[in-house]
């Protein structure tokens, strides 16, 4: 079935930590984003590619790092993790950036840090 | 400072009723409106979609209102049902930018038998 995996689907973080969470779709979309989702505040963009070896920075990029070396997947990288950066993390994709394209999202990462 | 204002947080409804979830902005370079649904448990996926070239769009149970002048856009979910419990986020992106979705803060519908 195609669609956006996630993994994992939740952590436990010591603050300082270093955390890759992974993305990968099989729909062979050239688009990808990461979000945060927190209470209150909605889904904040942190990162997104417009095409495989392109990204860009959203909305709250600090603290953040992608990669985009191939199509499918999709990395977000935590340097030295936070407890503010404790959320759930969304990663979406689209057929193409821009073009009022519909963004699929994976069922999301919940990250706790202390 | 939020680009995009959704109220309200939270809404009960009786099942039949109409919900009414309410989104105004400021920008008026933002011309694609989307709304998401989201499940307990699960990621957002799309809705319903306007454009502000009309006023209205209507899919099976669920409408969009929009309103360019007063910039305000809303989702009416008509003969509201159980299985409409989620929570829904209305955004709204940039024509320059289509790909940078603004969400709004979040709508968690109740609907009780």
């Known amino acids: 079935i195609a669609g956006i995996t996630q993994a994992p689907t939740s952590q436990i973080l010591a603050a300082g930590r270093r955390m890759t969470l992974r993305c990968t779709q099989d729909?062979?979309?050239?688009?990808m984003y990461w979000y945060r989702q927190d209470l209150g505040l909605g889904l904040r963009l942190i990162h997104y590619?417009?095409?495989?070896?392109?990204?860009g920075k959203g909305e709250v990029p600090d603290g953040y790092s992608v990669s985009r070396a191939n199509t499918d997947d999709f990395p977000l990288t935590l340097a030295s993790a936070v407890p503010s950066q404790t959320s759930v993390y969304f990663c979406?994709?689209?057929?193409?950036?821009?073009?009022?394209?519909?963004?699929?999202f994976g069922p999301g990462t919940r990250l706790t840090v202390l | 400072q939020q680009q995009v204002k959704q109220s309200p947080q939270s809404l009960i409804v009786q099942k039949g009723g109409i919900s009414i979830i309410n989104c105004a902005y400021e920008?008026?370079?933002?011309?694609?409106f989307p709304w998401y649904q989201q499940f307990p448990g699960k990621g957002p996926a799309l809705l319903i979609a306007?454009?502000?070239?009309?006023s209205e769009k209507k899919e099976g149970r669920f409408t969009i209102s929009f309103n360019k002048s007063a910039k305000q856009f809303s989702l009416h979910i008509m003969d509201s049902q159980p299985g409409d419990s989620a929570t829904y986020f209305c955004?709204?992106?940039?024509?320059?930018?289509?790909?940078?979705?603004?969400f709004g803060t979040g709508t968690r519908l109740q609907v009780f038998p």
């Open positions: 979406a994709s689209s057929v193409e950036s821009g073009s009022y394209n519909e963004q699929f």
């Open positions: 729909m062979r979309h050239n688009a």
């Open positions: 590619s417009n095409t495989a070896g392109t990204t």
């Open positions: 920008n008026t370079a933002f011309d694609y």
């Open positions: 306007i454009r502000p070239d009309v």
């Open positions: 955004a709204a992106s940039p024509v320059y930018n289509t790909d940078k979705l603004i």
